[in-house]
């Protein structure tokens, strides 16, 4: 039977998705979503992705990997996403409930999604939970928004129209706060790769990649899914093995030569939006902002009034000083971006990396993200690096570095 309704629902910080998606795939089913009585659906969601990467490392068993040598785990985001939608669309449900599906992919894999969508589309109802509006799907019918657990028609017209849309505040009142001390590395360069090159098995990841980075730079780092941007981040953090026996240097000491890996942590802050699902979020927005001065995650050591002052000029800064007694887990999701952006910063590391900091975020929460990290830029020492596959609009980086994909491995280029 041919399909004629889908449904796009927008989803901000407040909204309770994963209850609205199991409303959906379980019941009773929400008001406006009738036609689905009945029917089976399935869920393409990082979400469902966690439980199959659970379920290989906990059982050893595979299922949208069946076919392949490789462990869901150690695929790159795009190529998870792109082995769940297989395995989904081989399943033929009756309806799809999509989870923000462009988040992580490159330009050319959201135009493959896109199309195979609206080829499947004809036969199969589509719910699309949305954070940013660019991300509508053509063939969408009905507008919802989620407010917390209601779901309302979306608001249209000239004078509701700013209700949904309301204008963002991204200027952040202050300066960013110094650190308590200074960092003890004070070289120009902090990190150089020269010829690197990774392969895993008979598969040629990078390609005498060549990149210095400097003090103060801001960088984004670019490239298709698959490209090696997290390879080659995990050889800048010290984290991958094959870094030895090649020319990298961290902080100028050259991989394997003896280097602490403590040394190397301390230097760089590091934030990616898969860090915050790991935590229990038991701790008070100050104290995770307090847990970045110790590399600890909440609170284990008693604060010093210094650092607890610090905590607070950095909660000040990003307007959530009257949040700061609330639990984390509690926090929307941008909130909770801005305090561990806050907690990777406070000790003005000489790098900062952010690994797709805007995954998932709404386009009001996703700003404000990008004018705190324009700030950070301009107000600190600290170089970036920012991983993106969007073009984030408003984000100023001086150099951008992009992996391109070749048959021997990624080659590099500044552009
Ligand atoms: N441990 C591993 N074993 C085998 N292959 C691996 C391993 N780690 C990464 N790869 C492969 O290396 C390639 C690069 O992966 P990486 O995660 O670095 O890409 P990426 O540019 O970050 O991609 P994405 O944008 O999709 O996140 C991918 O094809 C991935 O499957």
């Known amino acids: 039977m041919k399909k004629s309704i889908h449904w796009a629902v927008f989803i901000n910080n407040n909204s309770q998705k ?36 659970d379920e290989e490392e906990r059982h050893g ?44 992919l ?4 959201q135009k493959d999604l896109k199309a195979s969508l609206d080829h499947i589309s004809k036969n199969t109802f589509i719910i699309q939970l949305i954070s940013r509006k660019a991300d509508i799907l053509p ?3 009905q507008e919802m928004i989620l407010e917390r657990s209601t779901i309302r028609p979306l608001a249209s017209g000239p004078e509701v129209t700013k209700k949904d849309n309301p204008s963002v505040d991204t ?9 308590i001390t200074p960092t003890d590395y004070e070289e120009s360069v902090l990190i150089d790769c020269k010829d690197i090159s990774v392969i ?43 870094g030895y026996g090649q020319q990298l240097y961290l902080f100028g000491q050259r991989k394997g030569s003896g280097e602490s890996v403590w040394d190397i942590k301390k230097r760089i802050g590091y934030y990616t939006p898969a860090m915050t699902d790991k935590f229990s979020g038991l701790h008070s927005c ?14 284990y050591l008693r604060a010093t009034e210094n650092q607890k002052a610090l905590a607070k000029e950095w909660l000040i800064i990003l307007d959530m000083w009257h949040l700061k007694d ?45 004018s705190l990290v324009n700030k950070i830029a301009k107000e600190s020492k600290s170089a970036i690096v920012f991983v993106s596959h969007r073009k984030e609009p408003g984000l100023e980086p001086q150099f951008i570095y992009e992996l391109q994909t070749t048959p021997e491995g990624s080659h590099g280029k500044i552009i």
Do not use: C
């Open 18 to 53: 994963d209850q609205f998606i199991k409303n959906v795939l379980e019941g009773p089913l929400p008001k406006g979503f009738e036609a689905l009585e009945n029917l089976e659906g399935a869920l393409f969601s990082k979400i469902t992705l966690n439980q199959f990467i």
């Open 61 to 104: 068993i595979q299922i949208i990997n069946k076919n392949s040598q490789q462990l869901l785990k150690t695929m790159s985001s795009g190529e998870q996403k792109k082995a769940l939608l297989k395995y989904i669309f081989h399943l033929k449900p009756d309806y799809i409930v999509l989870d923000n599906p462009f988040d992580n």
């Open 106 to 109: 490159d330009k050319d894999a």
């Open 139 to 141: 063939f969408i019918t």
């Open 171 to 179: 200027s952040f009142t202050g300066r960013i706060p110094k650190p």
């Open 200 to 242: 895993y098995g008979d598969k040629r990841v990078l390609d005498k990649i060549n990149w210095t980075i400097k003090k103060g730079e801001f960088w984004q780092l670019i490239g298709p899914n698959g490209s090696g941007k997290s390879t080659l981040l995990s050889m800048i953090t010290g984290d991958n093995h094959k």
């Open 286 to 299: 100050l104290n995770m902002v307090i847990s970045g001065m110790n590399d600890s995650v909440g609170l």
């Open 326 to 370: 609330v639990l984390f887990a509690d926090l929307s999701a941008g909130q909770q971006r801005m305090v561990m952006t806050a907690r990777a910063m406070i000790k003005h590391p000489p790098l900062l990396i952010l690994d797709e900091p805007t995954a998932g975020l709404d386009d009001e929460s996703a700003m404000l993200f990008i």
